[in-house]
């Protein structure tokens, strides 16, 4: 997933030079590993307000726009009870590695689209397979 982590980090750093009409919110679902490795090359200081919380073994990864404000955060994808939550989110981007019942519970939450990456995705599948949803 190395060089996928790279296209993701491209993914959302061009998140802030979309245009006001195309910026729609990303998240992303890494394991702690790759989510650490994401991070090595994210400039999270760009962002108005950021949260970083690591804990738990699965992660939404999101960048967020509102009105002028961008956002950044990080947080376990499972609530204090132990349930997966619904991030709100436009773009939900989820690892080939994600078990099939989290994936399944993670499709119930209605989002636009619904990216599947591979260890080999480059950024220009991704944002072709963005563009086609």
Partial sequence: MRETIKELNHLIEEHFHAND???????VVL???DLLEL????DVARYDESSIKYDGDLHFVS???VGDTTLFFVENIHNSEGLIKHDETDILILPIYLPQ???NELLKGGYSKVITVTEVSTYEHITELIERQ
């Fill in 63 to 65: 960048s967020c726009v």
């Fill in 31 to 33: 394991s702690t590993r």
């Fill in 39 to 42: 991070l090595q090359g994210l």
């Fill in 21 to 27: 009409n195309e910026k729609q919110d990303i998240t």
């Fill in 101 to 103: 019942s989290i994936r």
